[in-house]
């Protein structure tokens, strides 16, 4: 489903989609200024102290992180940061922010798992939003992030708690809670044949739901230590926000020296 998703965040950005709005000329001059933050899960921003006092020429991947946000943040604010992401229109979002504010900054396109654009320890951190959502098998994801970090790097990862796709989706809608899936699983699993050619004729994105041990002992067994966490939600826009978290972050540091 790697090129269906692709489409789709190519359809995303022509329709104006949420994760897809590049951040503001004010917010990239405070960035310069050195007043600036990042997020990786949706309301939440990542703290500061999960990154060096001074990004200054530190070498930054954005992975799987288009959409004119993160990237050009990082860039103003002194590091050397490289765009990676599956879709070029999200990618232009992030060129388009380069260019209106005289920024530095590269953008790569390429699927998650798949870093062979790099050489090993390219880079000293990773920031990687919540987006394994779209791969199938993130194991690839966490060993590609784990070959292009230094010895000591830090990968910034947000995820999406497994527990929100056991829900029915329009029954929150309808202001229910309704356990109908179970995990792992995927956005297209439980529809008919013409469901999911339907859903998938109309550019829809398909997600699949790991479980926490795949996202945090995948890491482990990549050669990460688990150094930092917390969670995030909707900012109070979803029923579900009511109850529990449906994000996390975590800061990992790549073992060895």
């Known amino acids: 489903m790697i090129e269906q998703n692709q489409k789709a965040w190519d359809q995303k950005v022509k329709t104006g989609a949420a994760y897809t709005h590049p951040v503001s000329s004010e917010a990239i ?10 997020h990786i899960t949706v309301d939440r921003p990542v703290p500061k102290q999960w990154f060096p006092s001074s990004l200054y020429n530190v070498k ?26 599956l879709s070029d229109n999200q990618l232009a979002q992030d060129r388009y922010v380069a260019e209106r504010d005289g920024l530095m900054l590269k953008t790569i396109q390429g699927e998650m798992s798949n870093l062979s654009s790099f050489t090993n320890e390219s880079f000293d951190i ?3 939003p919540v987006s394994n959502v779209f791969v199938e098998d993130i194991q690839p994801v966490w060993q590609e992030c784990a070959r292009v970090l230094k010895k000591g790097g830090t990968l910034i990862a947000g995820f999406t708690h497994p527990f929100l796709y056991v829900f029915d989706d329009e029954e929150e809608e309808r202001g229910r809670l309704k356990v109908r899936h179970s995990v792992p699983t995927n956005s297209i699993a439980h529809l008919s044949e013409v469901e999911k050619n339907r859903w998938l004729e ?39 926000d009511q109850h529990i978290k449906s994000f996390a972050a975590t800061r990992a540091v790549k073992n060895g020296v």
Request: glycine share 14%; net charge negative.
């Open 60 to 85: 930054i991947l954005c992975l799987a992180s288009g959409g004119g946000q993160q990237g050009p943040i990082l860039a103003a604010a002194g590091a050397d940061v490289t765009v990676f992401d």
């Open 126 to 128: 990773i920031v990687h």
């Open 202 to 240: 109309q550019n829809n994105t398909v997600e699949y739901a790991h479980t926490l041990e795949d996202q945090l002992q995948g890491q482990i067994d990549a050669g990460f230590s688990i150094i930092g966490f917390y969670e995030d939600d909707f900012g109070g826009t979803r029923l579900i």
């Open 29 to 38: 001059q405070k960035a310069k200024e050195g007043d600036w933050n990042i």
